[in-house]
Each structure stands twice: as structure tokens, then as C-alpha cells.
């Protein structure tokens, strides 16, 4: 609740009252306003011009090749085709929902347990008492940790003979060349990366819970349990939200991890390690852009059913400057 | 005041976890690193017998002495335009009224969505035809694009967040809109363009998908990219021990940063998130 000194509505009024006489209040306001305007706009510009030139024509791009064969083995075979890449992809092969179905596991699987862990850690941090920086520093450690450099170090660790790991699942065997071993492997993998990016939202989230407000209940006589299900949890919703939705948009594009740990192999491709096998080692664009096409819709819908479910709470809505 | 000591003991246990669980993956690699290459695959999780010789060894190959100046340069510049191109944009939305402002905002999100390994075919075609193929500024200018939808929002938020009102108490006090901006503006914003700038650097710093498509030679070819095309002392070595130095190499400016700046992240990355 800061006084809107820097609203041009307020301003403007008052212009316009210090000029007693002037009739055109109204142009008054819009004389502001296209300055304002025009300001804004120059300040946008470069922002929206690097944009536009360097991301939409890609785009764009990507979008209409999708709607083509268009494979670069043979170039001069090149025709629209519609929306056959599509029915292609969603209908005559199980590559793609096989993907997708792995890729869906990971996401969800990965998603709930850095909830769940990210949760621990804000409260550790939160309640640090001695070493707080230290805290901090080692739990955004792994956040700013080259995603590649993460994954060779997880590879090595769990390839027989070279890593403390392997023979951690029993047998000679090497687990990242099985679905079921690699699969979890993968997931933490990528808890490990990503954990401390939810932990420090759930973080910001949990410095906005009232200490009066805890003390109020444990003199109530809540137990511990209930302190945290009813006082902590829906103040701090808005938090979790957010961290929810950014995460899973990341998790659903999963891509460095499986490619250092697998390369794919033994069904652990995920939508975008299935899209980028298409358009460089098989070179069909046409099917490639279709599936990144895909991916993206898939995206967008999750971050569509976030959005209805945050309501007031979703990121965006207030960015508009309203509060 | 009203902590127990068992309390204590039990908090003090939850934070040595936390940090061990943390840690343990990036001691693995260092661990690594400095293994002899005869013991490298004992599977033990400290080194027996020490060398250096994997440092050496990178530190003598261009393949990475080059790729980590180019890493370095093109995060560098990278972060520089994009924050600077972010904060102008950041600063109309926070501030100004003005239609399109949701567009921008909305397709700002779109472009951060769209999977990136779709636009680079496109973008490898384009960049040869410009000659911008394998340079600095082949790398830079996805960079800068790409990360502007990050600092727009993390940015904007902490612009809201500022008292402006604060710029025209100074100008009452007799202070130029010069001086107003740069002794009460500038110290106010400078915390949240610094999370930024860190945050964006991070994105340049990590980036592979570009970083090996866009790139050809040594000429612009950056650490991550690079370590995917090392090889053993010889052909029939796994390069295990110098990518694994690399990865130490690349990782430590990071923990230096983060270590200086964890206060100023942590406030930034909780402000910037929860608020846009």
C-alpha cells in the first residue's frame, strides 16, 4: 500500500487542477499518458526488438516446418504434407508415447520428491541456527553447478569399476544400462540439481508465516503436525505454486542429464531427447519441428492448468503493476 | 531464547545432512580429478594416490584453455547487454503504464517455453548465411535473447518493490534528477540487478544446447561443449580424469560467487520468484 506518487493519473489531476480554466482536463491526462506511452516504448524497444528478430523467426520457422516433409536426407522431397507429422507422431508409432509416458513419470516422480525435500530444507534453513551462510551456500551449491558437469560426475558414480555406486544395486551389473535402474537414477539426478531452486522459493514462502501466528497455535496446543498442515501450508501456497509451476515446465523439457547419463538408451528418452534424436541424427525436420511443436503445447497446458488452479496467486497476474 | 539444547543438537544434525547431501556429488568429482589414472577405476570414493597430472594435462590442451576464455568473454558480455536490455524493459513494466504491456510480458514467457533444440536448426542455417557461425557473437546473441525473459521478470519484480517516492523526496530536498537517481535509485536497485545479472550468468555458464550447436571449432566453443569432445591420454582411455578436473575448474568460479553473494541471491532469487 505505497502512495501511487508514481501512477501519472494522480499527477496529472493535480496539473490540471493547479490550471484552473483549462478545459481539456481529458487531454491533459492523454498528453501524460502518450509521453508516458512513448517512453515506455523506447524503453521496450530493444528488449522487444532482440526478441522478435533472434526467437520468433525460429520459431516461426520451427512452426512451419512442421507442416512439411522436410527431411534433410532427401531436401529435394520437401512439400507441405499438413498435419501429417502430427498424426504421424501421435498415431503410427509408439516411440512417442513412450517418451512421453517416461518423460511424464520423471516429471511428476522428481517434481513431488523436491517438494517434499525442498520443504525439508527451507525449514533447515529457515531454523538455522549456527552456519547459516554455510547452509545456504551448500544448498545452492548444486543449482549453480553446471548441469553437464552434474551429470558426468552422477555417470561416473554409478559406472561399474570407476564409481563408489555401481555396486550399490547388487551385482556386477551396470545399472545405468537397465530401464528400471536407469530411470530412478535419472530422477536423482535431477532432484539433486533442482532441489535447491524449489527450496529457496518455498523459502521466501515460509519467511511470510507470522512467528506470532505459530506461537499463537502451539500455545492452542497444535501439535507440530497440525502447526505445519494449518498455519504454515496455506500461507505459504502462493510459494508453493509457483515453485511447482516453474519446475515442472523444466522437468517436462528434461534434456542435458539423460543425454550424459543414457544417451536415450534402454527406453529412457524423454519427449526432447526423442525430438533432438529425430533432428540431428535422423535429420527429419518436418517430424523433429512437429514434435517441438508438441512439447511446446504440452508445456503451455501445464502452464494453463497451473495458472486456473493459482488463481489470484498465479505469476503474471501481477505483473500488470496492479496489486 | 527458548531453544533446548536437544533442539539445538537436532537442528545442528538436520544442517550437516543438508550439507553432505549437497556436497558429496561435487567431492566425488574433485576426488576424481586428482586420482592417478591407474587408480581411477578403484570405485573408491577418496583418491589413494594423488597427481595433478589431469590438471596439468587440460591446462595443456587449447581445446579447453581456449574454450574457458571463451566461456568466460561470451557469459560476460552476454549477462552485461542482457541485464541492460532487461532492466530498460523491467523498468516500464514496473512503472509505466502503457498498452501491450501484458503481450510483452505473456510472449515473453512463450519464447522461455519454446524448447530450444527446435530453434537451433534454424538459427545454425541463419548464422551461416550471416557469417556469425562459431564466433563470439553467434553465441552471445542467443544468450542475451534467451535470458531476457529470466531477467524482465526476476528484475521487474524487484523494481515494484522499490520506494520511488524516495527519487522525488530527494529532489525536494534540493537534490538534480541526476543526483536523486544516482545516490537513492541506484543503491536501491542495485541488489536486484545484481541477483540478475548473477542468475543470467549462471544461464550462459551452464548453457549446452547451443554451446554445441552453434559452434564448430575453439574459436567460440565453451567449457561444457568442449568436455563433450575430450579424449584419453589415448585412444583407448576414457577421458574420466580431465573431464572430471574440467568440471572442477568450471565449477569453482561458481561456489566463489555464490559463497560471496549466497545473502544477496538468496534474498533476490525468493523476491524476484514468488513475487512474478
Known amino acids: ?323 | 531464547m527458548n531453544v533446548t539444547a536437544r533442539q539445538r543438537v537436532g537442528w545442528g544434525a538436520a544442517n550437516v545432512v543438508v550439507v553432505l547431501i549437497a556436497a558429496i556429488p561435487v567431492l566425488w568429482l574433485v576426488s576424481l580429478s586428482f586420482k592417478d589414472p591407474t587408480t581411477l577405476t578403484d570405485g573408491s570414493f577418496y583418491p589413494h594416490k594423488w597427481t595433478t597430472a589431469n590438471y596439468r594435462g587440460i591446462f595443456n590442451q587449447p581445446l579447453f584453455t581456449h574454450a574457458l576464455i571463451n566461456s568466460i568473454g561470451i557469459a560476460l558480455i552476454s549477462t552485461i547487454l542482457g541485464v541492460v536490455l532487461g532492466a530498460m524493459a523491467a523498468y516500464a513494466i514496473a512503472r509505466l503504464d502503457f498498452p501491450g504491456k501484458r503481450l510483452l510480458v505473456a510472449s515473453a514467457l512463450l519464447i522461455a517455453m519454446f524448447p530450444a533444440i527446435s530453434l537451433v536448426n534454424p538459427m545454425f542455417n541463419l548464422w551461416r548465411t550471416l557469417g556469425i557461425f562459431d564466433t563470439w557473437i553467434g553465441l552471445i546473441i542467443p544468450y542475451m535473447t534467451f535470458s531476457l525473459p529470466l531477467s524482465i521478470y526476476t528484475l521487474s519484480a524487484f523494481f515494484r518493490e522499490i520506494p520511488w517516492e524516495l527519487e522525488r523526496a530527494a529532489a525536494l530536498d534540493g537534490a538534480t534528477p541526476l543526483q536523486a537517481f544516482r545516490r537513492v535509485i541506484v543503491p536501491l536497485a542495485a541488489p536486484g540487478v545484481f541477483t540478475t545479472a548473477i542468475l543470467v550468468f549462471l544461464y550462459c555458464w551452464n548453457d549446452f544446447v547451443f554451446a554445441i550447436s552453434l559452434t564448430s571449432t575453439n574459436n567460440a566453443r565453451t567449457v561444457p561443449a568442449a568436455i563433450a569432445f575430450f579424449t584419453g591420454a589415448s585412444q583407448f582411455q576414457q577421458p574420466t580424469g580431465s573431464i572430471a578436473a574440467a568440471a572442477v575448474v568450471i565449477t569453482v568460479p561458481v561456489i566463489v560467487v555464490v559463497m560471496l553473494f549466497q545473502r544477496r541471491i538468496v534474498a533476490g532469487l525468493t523476491a524476484g520468484a514468488v513475487k512474478g
Open chain 1, 1 to 323: 500500500m505505497r502512495p501511487p506518487l508514481g501512477t501519472p493519473r494522480l499527477g496529472a489531476v493535480a496539473d490540471a487542477g493547479v490550471q484552473v480554466g483549462q478545459p481539456p482536463r481529458k487531454r491533459m491526462l492523454t498528453e501524460r499518458q502518450r509521453a508516458e506511452r512513448k517512453l515506455a516504448w523506447m524503453l521496450c524497444a530493444p528488449a522487444v526488438a532482440v526478441m522478435a528478430l533472434v526467437a520468433i523467426y525460429p520459431i516461426i520457422y520451427a512452426i512451419y516446418l512442421s507442416f512439411q516433409r522436410y527431411d534433410l536426407r532427401f531436401p529435394a522431397d520437401k512439400t507441405w504434407v499438413g498435419i501429417s507429422n502430427y498424426t504421424t507422431i501421435l498415431t503410427s508409432t509408439s516411440l512417442w508415447w513412450q517418451a512421453f509416458g517416461v518423460t511424464v513419470l520423471i516429471t511428476v516422480v522428481s517434481v513431488v520428491i523436491e517438494l517434499v525435500l525442498g520443504m525439508l530444507a527451507a525449514i533447515v534453513m529457515h531454523r538455522a541456527i549456527f552456519g547459516r551462510g554455510i547452509v545456504r551456500t551448500a544448498v545452492l551449491l548444486p543449482y549453480g553447478i553446471v548441469t553437464v558437469v552434474a551429470a558426468f560426475s552422477w555417470q561416473y558414480a554409478w559406472t561399474p569399476g570407476t564409481g563408489y555406486l555401481a555396486g550399490l544395486l547388487g551385482g556386477n551389473s551396470a545399472p545405468l544400462t537397465h530401464q528400471w535402474q536407469a530411470i530412478p537414477i535419472i530422477i536423482l539426478a535431477e532432484v539433486w540439481k533442482t532441489t535447491p531452486f524449489m527450496a529457496l522459493l518455498l523459502l521466501a514462502g515460509l519467511s511470510l508465516v507470522p512467528e506470532e501466528l505459530l506461537r499463537a497455535a502451539k500455545v492452542d496446543g497444535a501439535t507440530a503436525w497440525q502447526r505445519f498442515w494449518r498455519v504454515m501450508v496455506p500461507v505459504m501456497k502462493p510459494a508453493i505454486l509457483v515453485a511447482l509451476l516453474f519446475r515442472t515446465l523444466d522437468a517436462f523439457r528434461i534434456f542435458d542429464n539423460i543425454y550424459i547419463l543414457t544417451q536415450g538408451s534402454q527406453n529412457t528418452r524423454s519427449v526432447s531427447i526423442l525430438d533432438y534424436d529425430q533432428l540431428f541424427t535422423a535429420l527429419n525436420l518436418g517430424v523433429g519441428s512437429a514434435m517441438s511443436v508438441l512439447i511446446f503445447l504440452f508445456t503451455a497446458l501445464i502452464a494453463f492448468g497451473y495458472i486456473k488452479g493459482f488463481g489470484a496467486a498465479a505469476p503474471g497476474q501481477d505483473v500488470r503493476g496492479v496489486r
